[in-house]
Structure formats: structure tokens, C-alpha cells
Antibody, heavy 120, light 112 residues
Framework: QVQLQESGPGLVKPSQTLSLTCTVSGGSMSSNNYYWNWIRQPAGKGLEWIGR???????NYNPSLKSRVTISVDTSKNQFSLNLSSVAAADTALYYCARGTPTTGLTDYWGQGTLVTVSS | DIVMTQSPDSLAVSLGERATINCKSS????????????LGWYQQKPGQPPKLLIY???IRESGVPDRFSGSGSGTDFTLTISSLQAEDVAVYYCQQYYTTPHTFGQGTNLEI
């Protein structure tokens, strides 16, 4: 059973960089051409797709965040990461990592989410 | 970006009755290469991450009860719960995966 777990600081100051890591267990990240996604959800609101990276290294980012987002994958550690620069209060949200299937890209396994608050 | 619009925003249905949630995309999500609609449905219960229910607009994910069904094509889609159970109380989201960004609808809050 594949499991994903987010980790990282729960509090980030405005203008700084938010950095999160997702650790994948129960399977190798490099065993198939999966997509490794980040999705966020402000409290009480809907879901926003941030972006993804495939095992082969291709990336897709939400244009609304593209200038500030970097997603990277480290298959040797079975981890992938999110960096979001120049954060503001509007970036406060529950951040999820999730695996996308090779055929559809839809996310079938999700982490429990980690709350990141942007505040001084 | 493709804009996904769900209706209604909130829905109250009696136990055992049918629940219907609609999702409309701002452009067609029909994949002409395989004639499938790139549309999925998720269920999110309080304090939990979303759970994938349906993909290709009408294919149930493994383990999803058959009271859940999806239909539609092109720009208009529907999620139907044929006989509402107490454990179906949740927020439901549609998502298109026709093109990135993979946009979600705003969610429909389903209550008893």
C-alpha cells in the first residue's frame, strides 16, 4: 500500500520560501512513470492544483504560481519536494502531496496534508 | 485555464434518496485520441484528503460502491449517488485532467 507523508515548517514568514518534502513509502517512485503532485487547500475552501513532476523529469506548473514554484524529485530517497518563493498570507493553506497515475494523471494516493501558515 | 463550475454549491438529501451533482467545464474535455472524457470526481470528508471516486467521467475507482456513478460528455457531467448513505456526507469535487493546470470545481457540500 503506497503512503505519502508531507513534512516541513508549519510557519513561514512573508517574502520567504516555503519548502515541503513528501516521502513516499510502500513502493518505488521510479517503478513506473507516475506524476508527483502538490495541491493546496486554504481553510474552508476548495482545492488548487499547484503542479507536478513526472518520474521522467517533466514538469507542469499552475500558471498562477509558475514564477514562484519549483517541484523536484529525488528517486534515490523516494521523496519529492515543493519550493514556493516570496510567500504571502494568501499562501496559507493545507498542502497535500499526491501521486498521479501514468494513464490519467489523476491523483489516486494522497498524503494527510500539512498546514503552512504565512505570518510574521 | 479550463474553468470547472459545479452546481449546486450545497445539497441536502434524505437517507436512501438520490443525490445529483453537476459539473460544467468551460471547454470540452473530450480526448479525441481515445474518445474518453478527461474528468474525475473526488469525495472529501472532514479532516481527510480527497478520495478518487471516478475517472474517465464514468469509471469507478476500485473499491468504490456501485451506488456512485458518473455520466456526461464534452462539457457537462453528473455525479449520482443512487441511494444516499450516512457515510456519503462529504464535499464532492470534479477535476479535469484534459490539460494542465488540472483545475477543480469549487466543490459541492452534500448533507443529510
Amino acid at each position: 500500500q503506497v503512503q505519502l507523508q508531507e513534512s516541513g515548517p508549519g510557519l513561514v514568514k512573508p517574502s520567504q520560501t516555503l519548502s515541503l518534502t513528501c516521502t513516499v513509502s510502500g513502493g518505488s517512485m521510479s517503478s513506473n512513470n507516475y506524476y508527483w503532485n502538490w495541491i493546496r487547500q486554504p481553510a474552508g475552501k476548495g482545492l488548487e492544483w499547484i503542479g507536478r513532476m513526472s518520474t521522467s523529469g517533466s514538469t507542469n506548473y499552475n500558471p498562477s504560481l509558475k514564477s514562484r514554484v519549483t517541484i523536484s524529485v529525488d528517486t534515490s530517497k523516494n521523496q519529492f519536494s515543493l519550493n514556493l518563493s516570496s510567500v504571502a498570507a494568501a499562501d496559507t493553506a493545507l498542502y497535500y502531496c499526491a501521486r498521479g497515475t501514468p494513464t490519467t494523471g489523476l491523483t489516486d494516493y494522497w498524503g494527510q496534508g500539512t498546514l503552512v501558515t504565512v505570518s510574521s | 485555464d479550463i474553468v470547472m463550475t459545479q452546481s449546486p454549491d450545497s445539497l441536502a438529501v434524505s437517507l436512501g434518496e438520490r443525490a445529483t451533482i453537476n459539473c460544467k467545464s468551460s471547454q470540452s474535455v473530450l480526448n479525441s485520441s481515445n474518445n474518453n472524457n478527461n474528468l474525475g470526481w473526488y469525495q472529501q470528508k472532514p479532516g481527510q484528503p480527497p478520495k478518487l471516486l471516478i475517472y474517465w467521467a464514468s469509471i469507478r475507482e476500485s473499491g468504490v460502491p456501485d451506488r456512485f456513478s458518473g455520466s456526461g460528455s464534452g462539457t457537462d457531467f453528473t455525479l449520482t449517488i443512487s441511494s444516499l448513505q450516512a457515510e456519503d456526507v462529504a464535499v464532492y469535487y470534479c477535476q479535469q485532467y484534459y490539460t494542465t493546470p488540472h483545475t477543480f470545481g469549487q466543490g459541492t457540500n452534500l448533507e443529510i
